[in-house]
């Protein structure tokens, strides 16, 4: 199945590490591909940055943020020819949200020129996400075990509160997904998907 559409479908889920974004993005795949459609996903970059020793969570540079903007938005790119849905797994946004928090955590003022930059850059590109989930923080929820995770509590709330402050001073309309809501954000989701894809406009 294909559309004849330049860009297919693209719905990102934004928000501090450990809250669903991943396991999320996994069911909504899955229920779409029951429906025989297509759906690329453009995975978090975060183990791919560590390959390459980039500074992350609260060593964030304007380079490490430059890095994972740009090469995210190279991922998205590169899957709009392949897909009717791209799923996106921490849109440009989080990775502006997360060089705010280090700069915070570590008691840091940015150059202007940089932020200006960076923003730029979220701005522009954001246009491209039809639908934008943020996961909500329950810091009682323990992180998971799938894989190694910073266990740092107060850059995980810095990381919330400010992709939280990007998507407002962007101007980014989004959907809260808290951890018990879930389903309805999926059945959501798919029918925005059906009406894009049948023609409609879809509704957030």
């Not at 909500?136 to 929820?141: E, G, K, N």
């Amino acid at each position: 199945m294909t559309t004849s559409v330049e860009r297919p479908v693209t719905i990102a889920v934004a928000g501090t590490h450990s809250t669903g974004k991943t396991t999320f993005i996994a069911r909504l795949a899955h229920e779409l591909r029951r429906d025989n459609i297509a759906v690329a996903h453009v995975a978090d970059l975060g183990e791919e940055s560590m390959s390459l020793g980039l500074p992350l969570l609260g060593n964030h540079t304007w380079a490490s943020t430059l890095w994972f903007i740009t090469k995210g938005i190279s991922k998205e790119i590169e899957a709009w020819n392949r897909a009717d849905v791209v799923l996106v797994d921490r849109p440009v946004a989080d990775a502006l949200g997360y060089y705010r928090a280090a700069l915070v955590y570590r008691g840091e003022e940015p150059e202007d020129d940089h932020m200006t930059m960076l923003e730029s850059l979220a701005h522009y590109h954001s246009d491209n996400y039809d639908l934008l989930f943020k996961t909500a923080l329950d810091p009682t929820v323990p992180l998971g075990d799938n894989k190694e995770r910073d266990p740092n509590a107060r850059f995980r709330h810095l990381a919330d509160v400010h992709v939280d402050g990007v998507l407002d001073d962007l101007g980014l309309p989004h959907e809260l997904l808290p951890v018990d809501g879930h389903d309805d954000a999926l059945a959501h989701a798919l029918r925005f998907v059906d009406g894009r894809l049948s023609g409609g406009v879809g509704t957030i």
